[in-house]
């Protein structure tokens, strides 16, 4: 069974810098996807980031493309999204996802606060 762990979030002004970290612990396969979403209140779970774990290849919301990076370290079983250029749009609790074989496993999320 894999356990997700998100860290990293904070309250930060407005063209600030964030990392958020997932830790996951348990087999991942290396088909599972990696994604990270966001949901700010009154809103629907939205999709940010994926990162497949055994590869390079990432996909990107048009809201963030260009100021998000998603990337990953197989070694530390963690994944990372690092955001510049942070918005007030962009606050939301942010959650880390493995997709993959019989596998849909969430974290429990990390707050992120952007002032005007």
């Known amino acids: 069974q894999v356990q997700l762990v998100e860290s990293g979030g904070g309250l930060v002004q407005a063209g600030a810098s964030l990392r958020l970290s997932c830790a996951a612990s348990g087999r991942i396969l290396s088909t599972t996807a990696m994604a990270w979403f966001r949901q700010s209140p009154g809103k629907e779970r939205e999709y940010v980031a994926a990162?497949?774990?055994?590869?390079?290849?990432?996909s990107y919301a048009s809201s963030v493309k260009g100021r998000f990076t998603i990337s990953k370290d197989n070694s530390k079983n963690t994944v990372y999204l690092q955001m510049n250029s942070l918005k007030p749009d962009d606050a939301a609790v942010y959650y880390c996802?493995?997709?993959?074989?019989?596998?849909?496993?969430w974290g429990q999320g990390t707050l992120v606060t952007v002032s005007s």
């Open positions: 990162i497949i774990w055994s590869g390079s290849s990432t």
């Open positions: 996802n493995a997709n993959g074989y019989a596998l849909d496993a």
